[in-house]
C-alpha cells in the first residue's frame, strides 16, 4: 500500500542546502519524491548562539509504514553526522515526519501528525508551497493556516548569503 508522507527537513551545519540535497536523494530511496519545496532560511528555534537553518519539507509517496518511514529517517540523520547533544540545538540534519495520509499516531515514539507543524512556519510555509491543500487532522488547512502564522524571520534561502 503507498502512503503519501510529508517530511521536514532542516540543518544549520556543514553547508546546510547541501545537506538537505543529500538527504533528499537518501530519501528517493525510500520510496518516489513527488515534489520538494523550495528552500528557506529560518532563525533558529532555540538556542540564539547558532547559525541561521536551511528549511524545506518534501513529499514522499512510499510503501513503508510510518512505523517504518521513521526509523529509516533517523537512520539518515545519523548518516549525515546528527549528534543529539543539546535540546534545539545546531544539527548537521534534522528529518521530521510531519504527516502521512490516512494515520495517527499518539506514540510517544511516532507521533503524528508531528506535534510542532502548526506553531512553526519554516514547516508551514514549505508545506503549502508543495500541498496548498492539505487538510491536517487537528491544524486544518495548511495553506490557511501558513498564511496565519506568516513569514517573520523566514526568507529565501538564497536572500540572505
Known sequence: MTRRAYIGLGGNLEDPAARL????????????????????????????????????????????????????????????????????????????????????????????????IAERNFVLVPLADIAPDLVVPGIGAVAERARAIGRDGLWAWSARG
Open 21 to 116: 540535497r543529500w538527504a533528499l536523494e537518501r530519501l528517493a530511496g525510500l520510496g518516489r519524491i513527488v515534489m520538494v519545496s523550495p528552500f528557506y532560511r529560518s532563525v533558529p528555534m532555540g538556542p540564539g548562539d547558532q547559525p541561521d537553518f536551511c528549511n524545506a519539507v518534501c513529499c514522499l509517496d512510499t510503501e513503508l509504514a510510518p512505523a517504518e518511514l521513521m526509523p529509516a529517517l533517523l537512520g539518515i540523520e545519523r548518516d549525515a553526522g546528527r549528534v543529539r547533544d543539546r535540546k534545539w540545538g545546531p544539527r548537521t540534519l534534522d528529518l521530521d515526519l510531519l504527516h502521512v495520509e490516512g494515520e495517527r499516531s499518539d506514540d510517544e515514539r511516532l507521533r503524528l501528525p508531528h506535534p510542532g
